[in-house]
T-cell receptor, first 113, second 111 residues
Framework: DAGVTQSPTHLIKTRGQHVTLRCSPI?????VSWYQQVLGQGPQFIFQ???????GRGNFPDRFSARQFPNYSSELNVNALLLGDSALYLC????????????FGQGTRLTVV | EDQVTQSPEALRLQEGESSSLNCSYT??????LFWYRQDPGKGPEFLFT???AGEEKEKERLKATLTKKESFLHITAPKPEDSATYLC????????????FGAGTQVVVTP
């Protein structure tokens, strides 16, 4: 069975640019969450979507946005990139979003120069 | 605000030397506590979920326990392949599916 897949695996962008990260959840899972992990820290919650509706939002600026598609895949968009946005972006999928385990993808390493 | 503190930050063990990692938490109504393993440059790998104080779960050389204020991950007779960062996260009743993570404990097991 395919796990959570994220694309791309690595990305280099320039300050001020826009980036779109993609995530395909495990087959049958209806919830997708996004996390940002800076080196040496634990993942920080950005968004959660369940059945295409936003169910939670972390303490991130409005430059960060996301959506979930009818096939339950998801996109994370970041506008006006800052150097501080450089991080590993993780997508997690779960069956229902709560009371169920979350399984993570391998992440997208974003470097902003 | 929910908080998760993991200790120690780093742990160096000889192969076969058992030890424990600590995860202290404060949360408004715990729904579940999760342990993950993370290898460098990769996403976290799910290990355990604990839901209530007194609960214990085991997987190979790992055993997780939960009290009302903390959780322990015991590593028994570790092998070099157990080297990784171990992350603890809590999920609160009020925050739907959000996971609040600690900073992790980096474990190195030497032969």
């Amino acid at each position: 069975d395919a796990g959570v897949t994220q694309s791309p695996t690595h990305l280099i962008k320039t300050r001020g640019q826009h980036v779109t990260l993609r995530c395909s959840p495990i087959s049958g899972h209806k919830s997708v969450s996004w996390y940002q992990q800076v080196l040496g820290q634990g993942p920080q919650f950005i968004f959660q979507y369940y059945e295409k509706e936003e169910r939670g939002r972390g303490n991130f600026p409005d430059r960060f946005s996301a959506r979930q598609f009818p096939n339950y895949s998801s996109e994370l968009n970041v506008n006006a990139l800052l150097l501080g946005d450089s991080a590993l972006y993780l997508c997690a999928s779960s069956l229902e979003g709560m009371n169920t385990e979350a399984f993570f993808g391998q992440g997208t390493r974003l470097t902003v120069v | 605000e929910d908080q998760v503190t993991q200790s120690p930050e780093a742990l160096r063990l000889q192969e076969g030397e058992s030890s424990s990692l600590n995860c202290s938490y404060t949360v408004s109504g715990l729904r579940g506590l999760f342990w993950y393993r993370q290898d460098p440059g990769k996403g976290p790998e799910f290990l355990f979920t604990l839901y209530s104080a007194g609960e214990e779960k085991e997987k190979e050389r790992l055993k997780a326990t939960l009290t009302k204020k903390e959780s322990f991950l015991h590593i028994t007779a570790p092998k070099p392949e157990d080297s990784a960062t171990y992350l603890c996260a809590v999920q609160a009743h009020v925050s739907w599916g959000k996971l609040q993570f600690g900073a992790g404990t980096q474990v190195v097991v030497t032969p």
